[in-house]
């Protein structure tokens, strides 16, 4: 009989194996789909390409939040662009009691392996994602048509990463719900990233002078910073406000999938930041 270890290792084996043949075919990936994958290589892929790292050992973030790093990832994987490597730490890899011929793993400790194959190596995927994201003429037709959406996430993750942070910064212990996320989205076609920065951080200065002032609890003081945004936002746009620009907060470098969008796919560099995102057309 075959020991856990063993049938975990095989259960994965096979998986890769059954449908990794022709290797990753770039041209056949949705736009976002050839981004996730050019950032999870630069950011985790071994000397010699062939497998990934763990989350923990990534050099440089992947994203702008941990939620959107495993979102990433499960969603490489669903589109078989990634594979679970048959090496990956026993712990993080289990069989569903269940079903014994099912796998339960946990996204951002595993190994990864890239859909390669003896046609197509490693290498030559990383060539080809490079290439035909750099050049618009070998676009698939599809992709155009893709860039605004994938656009608008990244700004939204930026700008939700930046709230958090400075909610931090003033005492505050704020979870980011479906409120938050609309009305920050609602802003992204009419202000950049670095302008949405000014309208958090006035937001929750005045939070944190609401609550000193009025003396109510910190949950009630952390409530207003939606609607404080929303008006912030709602005025400036009224009364014609020159709404000035932050910079990149030191302590949140520019994440890899924002790098290989706006640098190296559409080549706008810091206008991802700097400049609302286009409405689609």
């Not at 043949?21 to 990936?29: P, Q």
């Not at 996204?107 to 190596?121: E, F, G, I, M, T």
């Not at 290498?123 to 959406?149: C, F, G, M, N």
Request: charged letters at 25%; proline letters at 4%.
């Amino acid at each position: 009989m075959k020991t856990k270890e063993r049938l975990k290792y095989d259960l994965v084996s096979e998986e890769y194996l059954s449908t990794c043949k022709e290797g990753l075919i770039v041209t056949e990936m949705s736009f976002s789909d050839a981004i996730y994958m050019l950032s999870v290589i630069r950011t985790g892929a071994s000397e010699d390409l062939e497998y990934i790292v763990p989350h923990e050992y990534y050099e440089i973030p992947l994203s702008p939040c941990e939620d959107f790093d495993e979102e990433i990832l499960m969603h490489l994987y669903n589109a078989e662009a990634l594979f679970i490597h048959p090496g990956s730490q026993n712990e993080t890899v289990e069989i569903v009691k269940k079903d014994p011929l099912s796998l339960r793993f946990y996204p951002l400790s595993v190994h990864w392996l890239l859909h390669y194959s003896d046609v197509k190596r490693p290498e030559q995927i990383v060539e080809d994602l490079e290439r035909i994201l750099t050049s618009k003429k070998e676009w698939p037709a599809t992709w155009s048509s893709e860039v605004s959406a994938l656009r608008i996430r990244v700004a939204l993750e930026e700008s939700l990463q930046y709230l958090r942070y400075v909610m931090r910064e003033h005492g505050f212990n704020f979870t980011i719900g479906e409120k938050t996320i609309q009305i920050v989205k609602s802003l992204l076609n009419k202000f950049s990233v670095a302008q949405i920065y000014n309208f958090s951080w006035r937001a929750a200065k005045d939070a944190a002078a609401f609550y000193q002032r009025k003396h109510v609890t910190k949950q009630h003081a952390a409530n207003t910073v939606t609607g404080s945004i929303q008006r912030l936002s709602e005025k400036a746009l009224v009364e014609g406000w020159e709404v000035k620009a932050y910079k990149r907060n030191y302590n949140m470098p520019q994440c890899m999938v924002s790098q290989v969008l706006y640098n190296t796919t559409l080549q706008i560099g810091n206008a991802g930041f700097d400049r609302p995102v286009p409405k689609k057309k």
